[in-house]
């Protein structure tokens, strides 16, 4: 932060004050005077700080008034289809932290009784009773586990299954190639850290996962947004573009298989096209592979690293949504980065505990996974439906949604000029969470959308929380 100007520092102070309700809509910013004053900077800094928070959409002048915090810009957006441009716009930097934090603040501080923001299962479609059992059996035979250090490298017999389930994605590795990390958020973190700098650009998704760009903001690297369709996934037209007319571009970061937030399952043509480019332009492609296993095809998706063939694909993955979201427990093998990786990993978290991995080793290879798999992947299928015979019965018109082939959320596009933050606030006053859409992108272009997690049974609570939502969004309509 303190290797920007001046101005951007100040208007980085100002814009945390907005985000975070300490500058409401409508309160007056300091005047230029003001500025000047307190912060001790000349007339062209006070007035460029301004300036730059009028470009961010956050101010407004007022003629011989002075400027004034405004409320946040919406904007119509395209249907949940096909990129009808190939536009892109530059790499952005505005602080998604900010924005995820003011959404999660504002949770916290509700009293919320449907949550329907996550992207997770209820706790009892899991197979907690198998993993509980495994690690009973664990500590029984092996009563001083926990008091010995942690082998390095990880519980051979994991990595094996990792390897082994890794197959039935097209992916050949060795069980010594699987560097078991802290969930998928660490895999991605420590992929991002072996193949960029500081400064550097990564195209990804447009929606994509929040989680993905706080990463990249907090290893100071930029965020290059591309197109990307709820059927097919990113536009490879568009990135091709963006990657001739932008430079700087490292690395390119793919959900293929059940797209965070959209859901899409990307054409195996695609992605073998996507790794033949990205090993020409010799720019890195890390796969999030998180929720492959939960796709409804008759046959397993073929991951994107099964077309790699100079090891320029990192393939991440976790356990985190698909066996138990209280285990975070997740791999990635590496290619060609792979020995920078685990030092990385060595040096950023050490190696992961065992217990955890132990029992996700018995649960492989007792058959547990595919049997609960097999449960799992219809309860999903049967609550996406019904969540999305709730849509259409709630919602007034104009509302749209893609309902994707398996997993746990779906995307919704609102009718025209509703906005997304504010029906998440609105909602959160009646004891419901959902994920508007600003939280998948760093600008705007997605506050017509939310994000519904289908993850929890059906029930009369949930159904009477998405008639109250589909009030709240005809009630913005009029």
């Known amino acids: 932060m303190d290797s920007l100007p001046l101005y951007q520092q100040l208007a980085h102070h100002y814009r945390h004050a907005i985000v975070h309700g300490t500058l409401s809509p409508g309160d007056r910013m300091p005047s230029v005077r003001a500025l000047m004053q307190r912060h001790r900077v000349s007339l062209s800094t006070a007035l460029q700080t301004c300036r730059q928070l009028e470009r961010d959409g956050l101010l407004e002048a007022r003629p011989r008034l002075g400027y004034y915090v405004t409320t946040p810009r919406t904007a119509s957006h395209q249907a949940v289809s096909e990129p009808t441009s190939l536009r892109v716009d530059p790499a952005q930097y505005v602080g998604i932290h900010e924005r995820v934090s ?34 009973t059996r ?32 097209g992916v050949t590795v060795s069980p010594d190639e699987i560097v078991v990390t802290h969930g998928c958020t660490e895999a991605l973190t420590l ?12 195209a990804v998704e447009s929606p994509t996962y929040y989680g993905l760009l706080q990463i990249l903001e907090g290893l100071g690297l930029r965020a290059l947004e591309i197109p990307t369709s709820p059927h097919t996934g990113i536009s490879l037209e568009a990135l091709e573009l963006a990657a001739r007319h932008q430079q700087g571009v490292k690395a390119v970061v793919i959900n293929p298989t059940l797209q965070n937030p959209q859901g899409a399952i990307m054409p195996e043509a695609h992605r073998r096209r996507l790794v033949n480019w990205c090993e020409a332009e010799d720019l890195a492609l890390i796969e999030d592979d998180s929720y492959s296993a939960l796709a409804d095809v008759p046959e397993p998706v073929q991951a994107a690293k099964a077309w790699d063939r100079s090891g320029n694909v990192i393939l991440c993955a976790s356990l985190h949504k698909i066996v138990a979201p209280g285990l975070r427990l997740g791999w990635l093998t590496a290619g060609k980065w792979q020995a920078r990786v685990e030092m990385l990993k060595y040096s950023q978290s050490r190696p992961n505990e065992l217990l955890g991995q132990i029992a996700a080793a018995d649960l492989f290879a007792s058959g547990a996974l595919e049997r609960h798999l097999a449960r799992f992947k219809p309860r999903l299928r049967e609550q996406r439906a019904r969540m999305a015979d709730a849509i259409a019965r709630h919602f007034p018109a104009g509302t749209r949604f893609s309902e994707p082939c398996g997993g746990l959320n779906l995307w919704v596009q609102l009718p025209d000029g509703v906005s997304s933050q504010t ?49 709240l969004v005809a009630r913005q309509q009029r």
């Open 102 to 135: 003011s959404f999660l603040a504002q949770a916290h501080q509700a009293r919320v009784e449907v949550n329907l923001a996550g992207a997770c299962g209820a706790p009892e479609l899991y197979p907690t009773d198998a993993l509980r059992s495994a690690m």
């Open 138 to 169: 664990v500590l029984r035979q092996q009563p001083l586990l926990l008091g010995h250090p942690v082998t390095p490298a990880g519980h051979a017999p994991f990595r094996a299954a990792v390897a082994r389930l890794a197959l039935s994605a």
């Open 191 to 202: 992929a991002l850290r072996a193949v960029t700098q500081p400064g550097d650009i990564v």
């Open 423 to 471: 029906l998440f606030s609105a909602a959160l006053q009646h004891g419901i969470r959902i994920s508007p859409g600003q939280m998948f992108s760093n600008s705007d272009r997605f506050d017509g959308y939310i994000r519904l997690n289908c993850g929890l049974p059906f029930s009369p609570a949930i159904d009477a929380a998405m008639r109250r939502l589909g009030e």
